[in-house]
């Protein structure tokens, strides 16, 4: 079986930065481990499938380890793919996702991601984050998937050479590490080798939580975020409600066919 795959680097308007995210138009699904080994035999952080068409789709994501919840690098890359490859004449595509409905719409040269908010709670560090991050945070909070750990400053964020084996002894969990921004309203990078990333590049999923609490933390609307990986991404975000809004551009890499088993 002869399938289209496309790689398109997310978060970015130029090549090699961002997020490099596949992504996999299907007929209709295969089974859940040929999905697997697609991904794994990509070896990017994520993987996108996707079913469905004039504008209506479902939408699953892989890592080359485990299916994941929500991924924003990934939903943005497959967008990307409909508007540019598949229906240019559409304006928003809706998904159906393991995390509900997810809409993605132009604005101009960027995309409008719509995601559920994420908001933290504060707690105890868990034994071993400051050890496996390299620096003790000044805060921790708390999702359901990460623990976020806020640091004073960027350069504290960007000096981090974490210790992966000791972040994934700390369970099914990644860890983000978040500060202020010189030259935006906050920086972020993100560790998750429970789930197969060591760091990945830019995460549009950590921005569901980094927007409300960094919105409250600053007092501020519109927020302009960088992820200071090695290859960098720009998002642009606003919280609205139980919803926010993340933005950002993208551009191809690379398309071709992959062949798989039939069945």
């Known amino acids: ?25 299907l007929p209709s699904w295969l089974p859940d481990a040929t999905l697997q080994a697609i991904a794994a035999e990509n070896n990017l952080s994520e993987t996108a499938f996707f079913v469905g068409g004039k504008q209506a789709y479902e939408l699953r994501w892989f890592t080359p380890a485990v299916e994941v919840d929500l991924c924003g ?14 229906d240019p004449a559409a304006q928003v ?4 996702s393991r995390s509900g ?4 719409a132009r604005s101009a040269d960027m995309l409008v991601l719509d995601f559920p908010a994420r908001p933290p709670e504060a707690c105890a560090a868990p034994a071993g984050l400051a050890e496996a991050l390299g620096r003790a945070p000044a805060e921790v909070w708390r999702t359901r998937d990460d623990y976020f750990a ?10 981090l050479r974490p210790d992966m084996a000791g972040l994934r002894a ?17 920086v972020s990078r993100y560790f998750a080798p429970a789930f197969g990333i060591d760091e990945d590049p830019v995460t549009g999923m950590t921005h569901c939580t980094l927007t409300p609490f960094w919105s409250r933390r600053l007092g501020k609307e519109r927020l302009h975020a960088l992820q200071v990986s090695a290859r960098g991404g ?20 690379m398309q071709g066919v992959i062949e798989v088993p039939e069945g």
């Open 170 to 186: 700390l369970g099914r969990v990644g860890a983000v590490a978040t500060a202020p921004g010189r030259a935006s309203d906050f």
């Open 150 to 159: 806020v640091y004073e400053s960027e350069d504290d964020v960007r000096a």
């Open 101 to 104: 409905p997810l809409r993605v």
């Open 234 to 253: 720009e998002l642009f975000c606003i919280p609205r409600g139980d919803r926010v809004t993340i933005a950002g551009r993208a551009v191809k890499y």
């Open 73 to 86: 690098h990934a939903t943005l890359a497959s967008a990307w793919v409909i508007f540019h490859s598949l």
């Open 1 to 25: 079986m002869r399938l289209p795959i496309f790689q398109v680097d997310a978060f970015t308007s130029r090549l090699f930065a961002g997020n490099p995210a596949a992504v996999c138009p």
């Open 93 to 96: 595509a809706d998904f159906k």
